[in-house]
């Protein structure tokens, strides 16, 4: 079993405390919705979409990493780490990705053609 350096596990730590930040307010919100607002089948499908995306992370990394990675369940757990951040930080970044210049063309020559 491969020897996990300091400052990868600092990373894998980090990773979990930006996780938590960003997923937080994610099902904060899904759970605080009311009933009337949004019916139950969409809060579901809100709520299980982040997951799906970890779970096909754990699939790629148990398939398709170094074998070092896939041999070492601390890489394993640093790399789920890292990608629940991105998963929470590019959720908490995609309004302003939406409303982002370029997308706001783009989505404007869709709809006029």
Known sequence: M???ADWELFAGLMSAVVALITWAPWYGDIFGVNRLAAPRSYR?????APLACLLFL???LERSAAKAVRE???YI???MGMGAAAI???GRLFPFWAS??????WSGAIMRV
């Not at 579901?44 to 299980?48: A, E, H, I």
């Not at 982002?100 to 063309?105: D, I, L």
């Open 77 to 79: 757990l640093i790399y």
């Open 72 to 74: 070492s369940g601390l």
């Open 88 to 90: 929470g930080v590019s």
């Open 44 to 48: 579901l499908v809100l709520g299980l």
């Open 2 to 4: 491969p020897e996990v």
């Open 58 to 60: 754990l699939l790629c």
């Open 100 to 105: 982002a210049p370029v997308m706001t063309c």
